[in-house]
């Protein structure tokens, strides 16, 4: 069993950066893909963005240019830099890893970008 934790969120002005980091608790080799979600009050969860184990990456329309997905193998993370914060920004951010037929979820860290 792996245990995914969140870390770096908090409060942003409109135009700032955040950076989030998930830190495994076990190998995240074998995780594939990895990834970032969001979920707003009221919302469904969202994909943000996701990175394959060979580095290929993917995102949301909404935040492609402003964020970037990144992992390292070797120290068990997996981080998500956002710049250019907007209002619509804000929600709880989740770090997911999917292994095999198992997915595994953070407890979510909390990002409010005000105006």
């Known amino acids: 069993q792996v245990q995914l934790v969140e870390s770096g969120g908090g409060l942003v002005q409109a135009g700032g950066s955040l950076r989030l980091s998930c830190a495994a608790s076990?190998?995240?080799?074998?995780?594939?893909?990895m990834g970032w979600y969001r979920q707003a009050p009221g919302k469904q969860r969202e994909l943000v963005a996701v990175?394959?184990?060979?580095?290929?990456?993917n995102y949301a329309d909404s935040v492609k240019g402003r964020f970037t997905i990144s992992r390292v193998n070797a120290k068990n993370t997996v981080s998500l830099q956002m710049n250019s914060l907007k209002p619509e920004d804000t929600a709880v951010y989740y770090c997911?890893?999917?292994?095999?037929?198992?997915?595994?979820w953070g407890q979510g860290t909390q990002v409010t970008v005000s105006s």
């Open positions: 997911n890893g999917v292994w095999g037929s198992r997915n595994y």
């Open positions: 076990g190998s995240i080799i074998s995780m594939d893909p």
């Open positions: 990175i394959t184990r060979g580095g290929d990456t």
